[in-house]
């Protein structure tokens, strides 16, 4: 696994991460997008998505606080990125809530080519239409498989799928790994998965391999977790650890990778 190669790749490159996010993270998501060496830009208005999208690295929507007309806007940059080749990650956030953003969601998977879905096991649960009991835009619980979710959900969107959690999963229907990395104290601090679906979309944006860089992505961002909670016990100064820690990630964090490729 050569995630910190990717990690060098990306901030070299610095990708332009169009984020159509939501209203509660957005600033959390901008700041660590910089943390991590990517630079990114949040647009909403129809007026401008379009070219915004298509000169940008990635596109990354989030359902989060999602209203019509963000809603429209989302498919007008869907649309303007994937005429122009620019990879987009959907974040599903609390997809499994409401009849709307299921519909919302439905839509933008149809209409749209998405690279990456990265979401929690309530939401890819939701798109797997197994029995889940999420939480708002919390995981939840569940009994389904969550290798199999990511699978068939990959399969069935032609596209890679991660699910967050204690342990990650991440497949593209062909291969499948997990990712062990990552602590606790990153379900206390909100939008720590929507910023993971930012920092997806960077390293997405600068490698080739859609699974590899995804599976990068986790690893690194989890690696930066653990280290911040062993400098902050607690929500509030892990939050700004976490920051520093996206900042302080390098080569020698190499030992501290807890991942494997499994056969499917
Ligand atoms: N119990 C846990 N232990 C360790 N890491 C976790 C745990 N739960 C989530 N994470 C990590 O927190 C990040 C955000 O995941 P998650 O909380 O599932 O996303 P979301 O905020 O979308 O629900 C991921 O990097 C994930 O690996
Ligand atoms: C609390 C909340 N409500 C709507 S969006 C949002 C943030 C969700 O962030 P994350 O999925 O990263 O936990
Ligand atoms: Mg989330």
Known sequence: MKSFE?????KQQSPLVHNMTNQVVA?????????????????YAKEEVGPIASLASCLVLNIGTITTPIFEAMLIA???????GVPIVLDPVGVGVSRYRQKLVKTLLAELKISLI????????QLAKVPWQAH???????QYSMKKMAQEVALANQSVVAISGERDWISDGKRLAS??????????????G??????CGAFIASHQDLFESTLAAHITYGIAGEKAAMASPFPGSFKEQFMDQLFLLNEGDQQRIKASEEKI
């Open 6 to 10: 990717q990690l060098r790749r990306m």
């Open 27 to 43: 600033n959390h998501v901008a700041n660590g997008l910089l943390a991590i060496g990517a630079s990114p830009i949040m647009a």
């Open 78 to 84: 869907g649309h303007a990125a994937n005429e122009k």
């Open 118 to 125: 990265r979401g929690n096991a309530g939401e890819i649960a």
């Open 136 to 142: 708002g835009v919390d995981s939840g619980t569940g």
């Open 179 to 192: 990712v062990d990395n990552g602590h606790q104290l990153m379900t206390r601090v909100t939008g720590m």
């Open 194 to 199: 929507c910023l993971l679906s930012g920092v």
